[in-house]
Structures are given as structure tokens and as C-alpha cells.
């Protein structure tokens, strides 16, 4: 069965949007849990539009995996080592993007990223890396010694079908290097299923789609309607 994180970011999204405290990210996070979701994400982005670090610290106290988002600054290592997250998954990030346009430039910055992930790696944490589906940035993580790669699934999520040959191929790569395979990004109930038969995916991470479908049918329905099409 193929894990699914619910991404919370856009909950905080709509809370910031009015300067109050709700809604809760916190509270759509149980929500989501208690409706058959298998862990969370958040995405502390360094302009933090929308996760907030104490949004950060009250997911972590729940009785699920917290796969933590960030970019890959040495402030954010400190707080992910501070805070001991099960899982931190490092992406690239730039101040005027809308979202995460593209896979963490893994080769070029392998020599940056190998203290920060050698740090989180010693802290205990499962450290992911969101990369495009290129062989380079695969074997680059392998060499980094990541247990888990997310593939960006955004391409692929805009059209076109040789996206979804890449992804396929960077798939077995992936299982070839030896690393566990994730995936995530602008999916839906009618793009996930050929993303579901990627092979060797253990895990799927869904934000803006299931947060959107979320004001229409709530929380815990619309990870349910997920979870089903997930289930092979
Ligand atoms: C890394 C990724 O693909 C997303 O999960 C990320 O959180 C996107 O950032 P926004 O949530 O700010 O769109
Ligand atoms: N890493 C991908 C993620 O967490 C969710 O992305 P999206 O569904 O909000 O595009």
C-alpha cells in the first residue's frame, strides 16, 4: 500500500491570509490522520508565508510521521536538528516563486549538501531529497547517502506524456541505487493513477489539491477519496 503524506501548507495559507489562528494546520493534520492519512508534511519556507516554526514544533507532537519541507540553510538544519522531525526532505526554494518550480540542483551543490545531510543523517532523521527524475541527480543522492528520494511530479502534472516515460525510468533508478522512492507535486484524483503504478513508490506526498478539494467535501473525505485511488 502506497503511503500518503497530506501537506498542510495551505491551511496555514488561508489562516495567514486573515492574520487569525485558524484554520489550524495542527487540526486538519488529526483530521487527516484519523481519516486514513499516514503522515504529514509541512514546508517551513524561509519567507515562512505559510508553516509557521511553531506550526512546525505542534506537528511534531503528533502520534504521526512528520515529514519536514525545507530549504537546505543552515538555519533550517538547526531547527529540523532542534526539533527531530521523523523525516526532513530538503528543496530548493526561491522568494518569488508561487511553488517549488524544480528538483534541488543536487549535483551541483553536492558539496554543500553533504554536511548538512551528513548532520541531519546523524541526528536521527530520515533525510529525503526532492529531485527531478534525472539518473545525475539520483546517483548524486546516492553518493550523498540519502535513504529517500521524492521525485518532482510537477511536470508531469502540467501534461505531457514523456514526463511520465521520466519519471517511470528515474523510478527503477531509483530502486537500482538502493533508495526508498517518493513522489509529490500538483497531483489530483485524475492525475495520481499512473503516478500509483510508478514501480517500487512507497510513498506520496499531496498538498494544494487535497486541501482545495477539502473546502468542497472536508478533510477527512477528500484524503479518503486519495487513499482509495492509492490502494493497487
Ligand atoms: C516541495 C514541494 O513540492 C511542495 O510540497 C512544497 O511544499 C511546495 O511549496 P508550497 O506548499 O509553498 O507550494
Ligand atoms: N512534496 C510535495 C508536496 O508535499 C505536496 O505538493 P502539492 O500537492 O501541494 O503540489
Redesign the pocket.
Given at each position: 500500500m502506497i503511503r500518503l503524506g497530506l501537506?498542510v501548507?495551505?491551511v496555514a495559507?488561508l489562516r495567514n491570509a486573515r492574520g487569525e489562528a485558524y484554520p489550524d494546520p495542527v487540526d486538519a493534520a488529526r483530521i487527516a490522520l484519523d481519516h486514513g492519512a499516514d503522515g504529514i508534511?509541512?514546508?517551513l519556507?524561509e519567507d515562512r508565508?505559510?508553516?509557521r516554526d511553531a506550526d512546525i514544533e505542534r506537528l511534531r507532537k503528533l502520534p504521526a510521521p512528520l515529514n519536514f519541507?525545507m530549504a537546505a540553510t543552515d538555519e533550517m538544519v538547526d531547527i529540523a536538528c532542534r526539533v527531530k522531525p521523523h523525516a526532513c526532505?530538503l528543496?530548493p526554494e526561491r522568494r518569488q516563486?508561487?511553488?517549488?518550480e524544480g528538483g534541488l540542483a543536487v549535483v551541483a551543490q553536492e558539496m554543500d549538501l553533504q554536511a548538512k545531510v551528513a548532520r541531519l543523517l546523524d541526528a536521527g532523521i530520515r533525510v529525503s531529497l526532492?529531485i527531478d527524475p534525472e539518473p545525475a541527480a539520483i546517483e548524486a543522492a546516492q553518493r550523498l547517502g540519502a535513504p529517500v528520494v521524492?521525485l518532482?511530479t510537477?511536470a508531469y502534472a502540467l501534461g505531457g506524456s514523456e514526463e511520465l516515460t521520466r519519471l517511470q525510468k528515474a523510478a527503477e533508478c531509483v530502486a537500482q541505487c538502493g533508495i526508498e522512492l517518493h513522489a509529490?507535486?500538483?497531483l489530483t484524483y485524475d492525475n495520481v493513477g499512473p503516478i500509483t503504478r510508478l514501480p517500487h513508490l512507497a510513498e506520496l506526498?499531496i498538498?494544494?489539491f487535497l486541501i482545495s478539494e477539502a473546502v468542497f467535501s472536508g478533510i477527512g473525505p477528500a484524503v479518503r477519496s486519495m487513499k482509495n485511488l492509492l490502494s493497487r
Open positions: 501537506n501548507d495551505h495559507t508534511t509541512a514546508h519556507r508565508r505559510h508553516i519541507e526532505c528543496v516563486e508561487v511553488t517549488t526532492f521524492e518532482h510537477g509529490g507535486h500538483g506526498n498538498g494544494h
